[in-house]
């Protein structure tokens, strides 16, 4: 039985280590890397007057960035106590990707520029955090296959998901690693227990 318990804290304290630390790395890596593809071609073609589309472009690279760093090292963690395909990441890109893209066309629509929402820009983080609803309930959604078939009530992670990625802009993502760590810690070690027979 304390074996059983040491293995659950160990995951548990790796899990949510892990994502303290990936998160605003992540985030720091996707920004930096959205900001050098919009200087490279508003030097090279568009000056200042970057296509609106652009924006767009933007939040797919910076959340790429963001969902392969933190998803790869779910994955790396996840592998050494269960089956996993590493789909597991492409689920978590996908999700980022789809999410951004239907908040992009909306805000589009709405003439409301996406950058505007971030916390750093004094934006509504409210908005933001409901863009990071509906991706971590895309990402959940992507991801649950993979539990399903090994696992009863895998569905949670779903809502988990969804829940812990809103946590993220609330929490000014150095805090929200910390938090969505916590929290989806601990979802998948009640998760992992429901093993079906």
């Known amino acids: 039985m304390n074996q059983f318990i040491d ?11 892990w994502s303290a630390f990936l998160i605003p790395g992540g985030a720091g890596l996707g920004l930096l890397a959205a ?3 919009s ?25 790429s960035i963001l969902g392969t760093v933190i998803s790869l090292a779910q994955w790396l963690l996840l592998r050494r106590n269960i089956r996993l395909s ?12 789809m999410g951004e893209s239907i908040a992009g066309v909306i805000l589009w629509k709405l003439e409301i ?7 750093a820009q004094g934006g509504s983080i409210l908005a933001e955090a409901l863009i990071f609803l509906f991706s971590g309930a ?15 009530k895998a569905e949670l ?3 988990v998901s969804a829940i812990a990625w809103a946590l993220v802009p609330l929490t000014i ?5 910390l938090i969505l760590g916590a929290i989806t810690g601990a979802a998948l070690i009640w998760i992992l227990r429901l093993k079906k027979e």
Request: hydrophobic share 50%.
């Open 7 to 17: 293995n659950k804290t160990r995951f548990f304290l790796k899990w949510t280590l």
């Open 35 to 37: 900001i050098t593809f």
């Open 39 to 63: 200087d490279f071609f508003a030097n090279s073609y568009y000056g200042e007057d970057l296509p609106r589309s652009f924006e767009i472009a933007n939040y797919w690279i910076s959340m």
């Open 86 to 97: 590493p789909l597991w990441i492409l689920a978590c890109i996908g999700g980022f990707i």
């Open 113 to 119: 520029d996406r950058a505007d929402l971030g916390w």
């Open 138 to 152: 895309l990402i959940g959604f992507f991801q649950y296959p993979l539990l399903k078939k090994v696992y009863h």
């Open 157 to 159: 992670w779903i809502v």
């Open 173 to 177: 993502f150095i805090f929200g690693g």
